[in-house]
């Protein structure tokens, strides 16, 4: 008998899980009378800051707006280049774009995958404002050497923590490291909505309330523009979702990393480079990535696993510079990311997973290794 699909991530059986407590925060929003922001909205704002230890939050519409609006209250705009990574979700890139900024786009670091300094500080130039850190895959970016490059250069410090809720730098959250951070609750994300939402943390009171004029047209009243903003409200239903989720967040990290040190511990005699975590770091595990010998060892791992139902997920097999929206984009030397493109597999993890499913994953994995040997 074929046995159940698994998948790389599962949000469904996320809302499962907490169905009775979701449909009742649905319900309460049902009621009104506020549709737009409103209780809701406030009340996962200040939940959500305070979980990560930010003074303020501000609930967009999903977390390329968070990005986007996030550079614009720092004031970035036209004429300034912004140094990010190629390895990232396209939406990284993308907000800089909104933005009207320049992407100038910087390698990672091969251990943890994510922007490595010393790429960044070879792509300064006096135009350069801003370095956006992805902590990819739930592994934070190296903050302290950002910190003070961004420091000795002047130059504004945003997390992209889209993947990274709950993640860890020196026993501190994620998040309140940069001048301001975004996030996405996108379904399968650490914190997921059930459609589309996003926030920016920021412990700068100036910062804030740009953006919240700038993600309703610039008003701070009604009808009347401070700014040129436009609509990027965070919906009171995915507000009141994402707050009893907020609830089960630290459990559910716990969760991803029993089952990552579970993948961990049976795949270490493979020949895979497994994910590591930097000293002083907590990993979210967003996704648990493995790299392949090369692009056809991937390639014939992810079949092999989808034919037994398993869904191995591949991000990203594109870097940014790469893709034909981008080719035109500055950037440095991509050895590392070009490879990680051709080599990276993630496996099934989301805290709904048993034992037995991962156990199930690492099995065929060890199949496909063995039957090659
Ligand atoms: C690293 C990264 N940045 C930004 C985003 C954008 O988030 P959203 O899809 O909510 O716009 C995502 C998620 O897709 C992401 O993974």
Redesign the pocket.
Known sequence: MPSTPLLTSDPRAGYLALRTEIDAAIREVLEGPAYILGEAVSRFEAGFAAFNGARFGIGVN??????HLALRALGLGAGDEVITVSH??V??VA?IDMAGATPVLADVDPRTRTIDPKAVEALITPRTKAVIA?H?YGHPADLEALQSICAKHGLRLIE?C??AHAAEWNGRKVGSFGHAS?F???PT?NLGAIG???MVLTNDQHVADRVRLLRQYGWRAPQHSELRGWNSRLDPLQAAILSVKLKHLDAHTLRRRELAQRYLDQLADLPLVLPVVSHGCAHAYHLFVVEAADQATRDALRAHLLRAGIHAGIHYPEPVHAQPAYLGVTHGPMPVSERLARTVLSLPLYPEMTDADADRVASSVHEFYSARS
């Open positions: 999903n977390g390329t707006d968070a990005l990232t979700a939406a990284t907000a992805v990819l992209d889209a993947q975004a996405s609750f996108y994300k589309d939402a996003g």
